[in-house]
Antibody, heavy 127, light 112 residues
Framework: EVQLVESGGGLIQPGGSLRLSCAASDLSVSDNYMNWVRQAPGMGLEWVSGIYPGGSTYYADSVKGRFTISRDIAKNTLYLQMNSLRAEETAVYYC?????????????????????WGQGTTVTVAS | DIVMTQSPLSLSVTPGEPASISCRSSQSLLHSNVYYSLDWYLQKPGQSPQLLIYWGSNRASGVPDRFRGSGSGTDFTLKISRVEAEDVGVYYCMQGLQTPRTFGQGTKVEIK
């Protein structure tokens, strides 16, 4: 069964660092476009970061320079290193996979939505 | 960044009745003249979001056919033909055309 399981959340003081993990089953984190999406308490969804199979990384402006997305191919795990955390970044952090399919006629990958989501891990930034 | 605007923000529906949610983007979501990069997600209470619709109108695997997505350009709609109790939750549209991905504010659907 295709599955993503996040871990690493917890209580951290403002200015502190935390590394989140997303372990994948029946899905290769290196062969897929992977995302981190967060949700503050009682709020909507916010895309945080993404990484392409080729290794290109992308970030929301609000986290650029402080967060780093990466992956470990051997462990088939996605990571989000979060530094200089702020109180307003208290949220549930989800990892999610983009479903992308190669279209031979167009010689391009087409996007088919974020079709696999983890259960989320909670990060609380407070003193 | 592409701004996504949903309406209404909340909806109370009698079981068996239809429901409709609108999503508007600040620019066209047409990708390579092939498809509209617009997804719909449902987040049921206490759960992770789940993909309902991609390309604006294609149902994801396992999604009941009472869910129908439509639209083009910058205006999209999610319709539920007959709302059931299990459909309660918050519905989000999201554009996948550009980074950063952006979501609508969410529409909370409740049962009367």
């Amino acid at each position: 069964e295709v599955q993503l399981v996040e871990s690493g959340g917890g209580l951290i003081q403002p200015g502190g660092s935390l590394r989140l993990s997303c372990a994948a089953s029946d899905l290769s984190v290196s062969d897929n476009y992977m995302n981190w999406v967060r949700q503050a308490p009682g709020m909507g969804l916010e895309w945080v970061s993404g990484i392409y199979p080729g290794g290109s990384t992308y970030y929301a402006d609000s986290v650029k320079g402080r967060f780093t997305i990466s992956r470990d191919i051997a462990k088939n795990t996605l990571y989000l290193q979060m530094n200089s955390l702020r109180a307003e970044e208290t949220a549930v952090y989800y990892c999610a996979r983009d479903r992308r399919v190669y279209d031979r006629s167009a010689q391009a990958y087409y996007y088919y939505g974020m079709d696999v989501w983890g259960q989320g891990t909670t990060v609380t930034v407070a003193s | 960044d592409i701004v996504m605007t949903q309406s209404p923000l909340s909806l109370s529906v009698t079981p068996g009745e239809p429901a409709s949610i609108s999503c508007r983007s600040s620019q066209s979501l047409l990708h390579s003249n092939v498809y509209y990069s617009l997804d719909w997600y449902l987040q049921k209470p206490g759960q992770s979001p789940q993909l309902l619709i991609y390309w604006g109108s294609n149902r994801a695997s396992g999604v009941p056919d009472r869910f129908r997505g439509s639209g083009s350009g910058t205006d999209f709609t999610l319709k539920i033909s007959r709302v059931e109790a299990e459909d309660v939750g918050v519905y989000y549209c999201m554009q996948g055309l550009q980074t950063p991905r952006t979501f609508g504010q969410g529409t909370k659907v409740e049962i009367k």
